[in-house]
């Protein structure tokens, strides 16, 4: 399994970014995947995965901001977040796994993130 993340970048309080994960050995809709990210000084944290049994809940730091979706004609992984903040600045990273239930995905494949810089 490989994936590739794309689409950061920098923008102003606010704004809006869309990342993709591009995904190889394994269908979108078949494994465990999902979006973390880290901030400098912070752990790396869940941002959402989806499995064969659903989406997992959204980290209560971006609730009502984001919106994580499959494309199974491409086979991505995309992040659509929304009213980005200075403290959401960081690296976001994609990570995919061939297992069918995310508690089953004990070593799963990640990207080599992709920057997300929001100004105030």
């Known amino acids: 399994v490989r994936v590739a993340e794309s689409g950061g970048g920098s923008v102003q309080a606010g704004g809006s970014l869309r990342l993709s994960c591009s995904v190889s050995?394994?269908?979108?809709?078949?494994?465990?995947m999902g979006w973390f990210r880290q901030s400098p000084g912070k752990a790396r944290e869940q941002i959402q995965t989806?499995?064969?049994?659903?989406?997992?809940s959204v980290a209560e730091s971006m609730k009502g901001r984001v919106a994580m979706s499959i494309d199974i004609v491409k086979n991505t992984l995309d992040l659509r977040m929304n009213a980005l903040k200075p403290e959401d600045t960081g690296m976001y990273y994609c990570?995919?796994?061939?297992?069918?239930?995310?508690?089953?995905?004990?070593?799963?494949?990640w990207g080599q993130g992709t920057q997300v810089t929001v100004s105030a």
């Open positions: 990570a995919a796994s061939d297992k069918h239930l995310c508690k089953d995905a004990a070593n799963p494949s």
């Open positions: 050995g394994v269908f979108v809709g078949r494994g465990c």
């Open positions: 989806v499995s064969t049994s659903g989406y997992s």
